[in-house]
């Protein structure tokens, strides 16, 4: 079981340090939702875990993640008598780490298991814990990746010789995966890989260079090679899946020829690969490798928009304590109006990523039962979270980082490392630009855009004898025109308009989230929420225009302090 860490917040003369802060109970509105997202006995069992997870990631998971960020991993190529080694020394926080995220909560091997809970329950301890750690979530995610993928597509015997010890929780013998894409000439453009696969006395061999690979000594991982005789382009790609270690115990032939000098995820190894034969096993069907692997991106596509909500959470959680804690010209800073207003610019994105991971996780486990409707909104969710919400924490960890001043620049404190994380988000798994147009592709071609709009129809019918006609009537008009956006921009190909599409389709789809939640928990500060995104991100405005000031400074500044309002007040955010 995970131990409580229970030292309380330090505060001494004018610096707060929330060092201790349970990062669980400092975020009320979480519980409140998962409240509404999962079943009650489910939330019951796992609510003693999640409260420990927020404890010691506001605590010792914090401390070993700061040291494991300073003490990266060495790539030892021979021992002391000239052997290959090819090993990758880790930190021993680093390796602590580990043990808590892969053993403890089974992170990896959660969706995997007998009885498994909620995808939901998966993320939402993700989100916990990449408050504390970005980096060892890569290996995580794509080792639940891989198993999900390996069990989909690959040769039953293959699956019975390696789902064992991909679910394993013994850190010593259970197996860790990693996905080997990016080439050189190769990065998002997929068709453009080189790396060669041979069939040889009855084993297929790859041989070629791999450019960016994280965990890179992996024991299991999905590679993309294109067979001698497969054609040309994306048809040719095939999937593959690479041990690290033969049946005889023997090494494979590939080599990790270096680690990368990385400016985030320190923590966490990323290396460039060699492949001189090495064995491997296909998966699926020749040619179809790319569709194959999608699968295995999309999901890592929804970590990653997981976590860059966490880091959002996180930076904003030390915002708020920062905020409340210190005094300067006699006030205390929530109490200033220029804080709140950056308060609040950092609360919307953070609850808008909140809503759309948790909305997605829920229509993932309808998806994974076979619903069609669920499996075309997790089709157009999941590149759509990964567009915009890594784009976001990038700003929301700088603002965080401004907002503590001198000290946020320090690497003694988090801020630096959330920030410098930030910015893997919107790269790994494809770049905004490349997601942009997967969302685009998803609208149209795989007919996505429509059983979206309907599960977005259904959920603003369900706040209808709740909310205001004139709250209701902008929802419902802001969903006509968003929806007619990104279908004519997708229709008439106008590549340049396609981020600004994908953006209003984020705000648009995040807002209603956020409406149906608040019906649901009676939380009117997230109704407040969903309007302030409909009137600043998706209705035109004049900057020169006087400001109301009852309406456009105290009910927000009650937001941004993450104070309850009423419903009156939130509805008095609505355009007159």
């Known amino acids: 079981?995970?131990?409580?860490?229970?030292?309380?917040?330090?505060?001494?003369?004018?610096?707060?340090?929330?060092?201790?802060?349970?990062?669980?109970?400092?975020?009320?509105?979480?519980?409140?939702?998962?409240?509404?997202?999962?079943?009650?006995?489910?939330?019951?069992?796992?609510?003693?875990?999640?409260?420990?997870?927020?404890?010691?990631?506001?605590?010792?998971?914090?401390?070993?993640?700061?040291?494991?960020?300073?003490?990266?991993?060495?790539?030892?190529?021979?021992?002391?008598?000239?052997?290959?080694?090819?090993?990758?020394?880790?930190?021993?926080?680093?390796v602590a780490l580990e043990q808590v995220a892969f053993s403890e909560l089974g992170l990896a091997a959660m969706s995997h298991t007998k009885d498994a809970p909620s995808p939901l329950v998966k993320y939402a301890l993700t989100y916990l814990f990449v408050q504390a750690e970005f980096g060892l979530?890569?290996?995580?995610?794509?080792?639940?990746?891989?198993?999900?993928?390996?069990?989909?597509?690959?040769?039953?015997?293959?699956?019975?010789?390696?789902?064992?010890?991909?679910?394993?929780?013994?850190?010593?013998?259970?197996?860790?995966?990693?996905?080997?894409?990016?080439?050189?000439?190769?990065?998002?453009?997929?068709?453009?890989?080189?790396?060669?696969?041979?069939?040889?006395?009855?084993?297929?061999?790859?041989?070629?260079?791999?450019?960016?690979?994280?965990?890179?000594d992996a024991d299991l991982a999905m590679v993309l090679a294109r067979p001698e005789e497969a054609a040309e382009g994306m048809k040719g790609?095939?999937?593959?899946?690479?041990?690290?270690?033969?049946?005889?115990?023997?090494?494979?032939?590939?080599?990790?020829?270096?680690?990368?000098?990385?400016?985030?995820?320190?923590?966490?190894?990323?290396?460039?690969?060699?492949?001189?034969?090495?064995?491997a096993f296909l998966i699926g069907e020749i040619g179809r490798g790319f569709q194959q692997m999608a699968d295995m991106i999309n999901m890592s596509r929804l970590s990653n928009g997981v976590r860059s909500a966490g880091l959002m959470r996180r930076a904003?959680?030390?915002?708020?304590?920062?905020?409340?804690?210190?005094?300067?010209?006699?006030?205390?800073?929530?109490?200033?109006?220029?804080?709140?207003?950056q308060l609040i610019k950092m609360s919307l994105p953070t609850e808008q990523a909140r809503s759309m991971f948790m909305q997605t996780a829920t229509?993932?486990?309808?998806?994974?039962?076979?619903?069609?409707?669920?499996?075309?909104?997790?089709?157009?969710?999941?590149?759509?979270?990964?567009?915009?919400?890594?784009?976001?924490?990038?700003?929301?960890?700088?603002?965080?980082?401004?907002?503590?001043?001198?000290?946020?620049?320090?690497?003694?404190?988090?801020?630096?490392?959330?920030?410098?994380?930030?910015?893997?988000?919107?790269?790994?798994?494809?770049?905004?630009?490349?997601?942009?147009l997967d969302v685009v592709r998803a609208s149209v071609r795989d007919e996505a855009l429509a059983p979206l709009r309907e599960h977005l129809s259904r959920l603003l019918a369900e706040c209808s004898s709740r909310l205001p006609e004139n709250g209701m009537d902008l929802a419902s008009e802001l969903l006509d025109r968003t929806m007619a956006t990104v279908d004519s921009v997708a229709r008439a190909d106008m590549p340049a308009d396609i981020r600004h599409a994908a953006t209003a389709l984020y705000n648009l789809t995040s807002a209603v989230f956020m409406m149906w939640e608040s019906v649901q928990c009676q939380d009117y500060r997230r109704l407040g929420l969903a309007y302030l995104v409909l009137i600043h991100k998706l209705l035109p405005t004049d900057p020169l225009a006087s400001p109301d000031a009852a309406r456009c400074q105290v009910v927000p500044a009650k937001i941004a302090a993450e104070l309850e309002i009423t419903e009156d007040e939130a509805n008095s955010l609505l355009p007159g």
């Open 1 to 94: 079981m995970i131990s409580t860490d229970t030292a309380a917040p330090i505060q001494q003369a004018s610096i707060p340090d929330s060092r201790g802060l349970n990062l669980y109970a400092a975020d009320p509105a979480l519980e409140r939702l998962l409240a509404i997202y999962l079943p009650r006995s489910e939330l019951e069992h796992w609510r003693p875990t999640m409260e420990r997870l927020g404890a010691r990631a506001g605590g010792k998971l914090d401390e070993l993640a700061l040291s494991a960020d300073r003490n990266p991993p060495v790539l030892m190529h021979r021992n002391r008598r000239g052997d290959d080694l090819q090993e990758v020394r880790k930190h021993p926080d680093y």
């Open 137 to 216: 979530c890569c290996p995580v995610s794509m080792t639940d990746s891989l198993t999900r993928t390996l069990r989909k597509f690959g040769d039953p015997e293959l699956v019975a010789r390696y789902l064992p010890a991909l679910t394993g929780r013994d850190l010593n013998e259970l197996y860790q995966g990693a996905m080997f894409m990016t080439e050189r000439e190769a990065g998002s453009d997929i068709s453009a890989i080189s790396t060669t696969a041979r069939y040889e006395h009855g084993q297929w061999k790859l041989f070629g260079d791999k450019w960016f690979c994280s965990n890179p």
């Open 237 to 279: 790609v095939s999937l593959f899946l690479l041990p690290r270690v033969l049946a005889d115990g023997s090494p494979n032939a590939y080599r990790i020829v270096r680690l990368k000098d990385k400016l985030g995820t320190r923590s966490m190894a990323s290396g460039e690969i060699t492949l001189e034969g090495a064995t």
């Open 316 to 341: 904003l959680t030390e915002s708020l304590f920062i905020a409340r804690s210190r005094r300067a010209f006699d006030r205390r800073l929530v109490d200033m109006p220029l804080v709140q207003r």
């Open 363 to 436: 229509l993932l486990a309808k998806a994974d039962a076979g619903d069609s409707r669920a499996q075309k909104c997790v089709r157009i969710l999941t590149p759509l979270i990964k567009f915009r919400a890594c784009r976001d924490a990038r700003k929301v960890a700088g603002d965080a980082m401004e907002l503590r001043g001198g000290l946020g620049y320090i690497e003694e404190w988090s801020d630096a490392r959330i920030l410098r994380d930030a910015h893997l988000g919107s790269i790994w798994e494809g770049t905004s630009n490349i997601v942009a």
